[in-house]
């Protein structure tokens, strides 16, 4: 038995599931460093993640089917404690039954992989809606986020389509990853690239109770309030269905008083 | 007035109509322009308010005063209460504001009627063309168009709108002579035949020419008030079906008559909003629209109001038990649909998962077929979950159960490990 050791990374976990796929024992795991637990059955094994070959290995998957990558990089990007192993056994039911097998909702790993998917999409389309733009004074739309899921990177198509002549960046305040659109391109930032001089002025508040705030900006977020607050019927009063759709942790950066 | 007690009380006065829908378009962003209608096919929500009602649209009244005198309405004529009128400036002003914030999909604009149905169409028109044209906005715009506008006027309105409305308001022709005297039912059907056939025309035009403009491309909808006037589901989903099929409406919104103008003799009096009848009327549209339902399936002049206490698909079921028990494995895709519990996505998995293998009884809650409900109407190879067709027990079960779950709690219970 043993325990794949990858970097975290998608193409690490593909580097890792590409070589279990030839290892004739059973593997008992696939995990990261950090998670790394070692135990008396199985030896652990450090994979060294190589680009190339993920990739490769990538295209061969989409040459099979566009939507088994698309599951497989939703899936993971939910970082659920073992979806790595959900992934491993996904591509090799694909491999041994044929790609057919992705309509298969009965077949176990086939169902739990795709409501995994299900959920990271799920929460994309959330974000469609709840994104709140603030505008700073320098003219850049800011929006913290903090999704369940890492899904940030995949807000951008959206976005870009369709606030095309405005500069703006979404911020993962807790993962410390965003993206920036500067009016031609979508860019995807890292912690690493902090130090970007695009967005050093908005990283250097991550707060969003600091972002500097101008008077029409105000003026909006006052005139937003008010309107969420008029176009309730009180005769329908019903916050439980609110809260069913809008659930308590996405309130922080809505503008709305959600609790009145 | 300043701009916000307008919209507070502008906003107040429009949050009756139910549409609030942001789906359908085919709207594209242009280069440079701002929003775009077409990429969420299925609408978005921006947020719920405390009525449980989903946010999608800027719904605002251009104003709320009205030389009519609709007996349900709140804006009437006869009502004392603050009036406001936007400018065309403020309302754009508005919409692009919330738009680039993100907090909205576009516009619903409607309007109480001054001087004349088109002064007031022409104010709503402005709204627009300076919105697409000046602020090469492309977000969703619904316009509610004021019955009486001059035909050309609505031509042009829908040139710039995704969706047209024109709302039917009450659901015969009695109810609307006694409750809006105003009103004429050609101010109302002839402007959305007329609409439904231009919005096919210029369908036609784009097949041949992928350039040819757009008109109102998310359709035109409705809306109706129940409750208001004494008519049956059965002559509501009557006349419903027909508009579907022959204006070919995209939706029907029903609306709980809410008495906003108390102490009228015309109108019923001490009761609160028939809620649940007009949830189990969206439930029988959805039979209409999508599951293959004829409207006097649903109901009938036997069984001439839905069935407050079960689904109407449930309630069809109990009356018609002939047609089951239906084999999970065997029954086509038209026939699952008919089985309670089961929605177009289960049936879709259902009909998807059976090429590889004969489905188990135990497998259904992972197609999210809410087995409470149709366990008494399937057999999985020649097993039942539950044997009986004693309706009544049947109808016991399922009241009993829903006092102590609420609908659809099942599919949320589904965890992946
Ligand atoms: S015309 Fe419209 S706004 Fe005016 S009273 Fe009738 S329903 Fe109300």
Redesign the pocket.
Known sequence: MRIYIYDGSFEGLLTAIKQCLTYNGEVSEITTPERYQPDLFSDGMEIKTISEEARKFYRQLEGLSKEITATISYAFLSEQSGVEMLIYEYIKTVFRYGVEVITNMNHPAIYKLYYLRRKVLFEIGRYHGFVRFQQLPNGIFYSPIEPDYNIVQFLAPHFSARFADQRWMIHDIRRGTGIFYDLTHCVYLSWVDRNHPLIRLVLEHPEENALPANIMELKYQRLWKDYFKAIAIQERHNTKVQRQHMPRRYWKHLIEDVEV | MDILDKLTILAA?AKYDASCASSGSNRQNTPNGLGNASEAPLGICHSWAADGRCISLLKL?FT?Y?????V??????SNDIPRAAFTVNELVDLTINFYRRNYIEGLFL????IKSPDYTMELLLQVIKRLRIEHNFNGYIHVKV??GASRELVKEVGCYADRLSV?I?LPSEQGLKKL?P??RKEDILVPMAYIGNQIQAFQDERKVLRSAPLFAPAGQSTQMIVGASPESDFQILNMVEKLYQKVRLRRVYYSAYIPVNPNNPLLPTGITPPLKRENRLYQADWLLRFYKFRADEIVNSDHPFLDTELDPKTSWALRNFHHFPMDINRVDYEHLLRIPGVGLQSAQRIVAARRFSALKLTDLPKFGVVLKRARYFITCNGQYLEKTDNDIYIRQKLLAESTTHHEGSQLQQLTLF
């Open positions: 006065a009244l709320n009205c030389i009519h005198d609709c349900y309405c709140i804006n009437r004529r409607s309007s109480g009627v004021i019955p709302n308001e809006a105003d009103k």
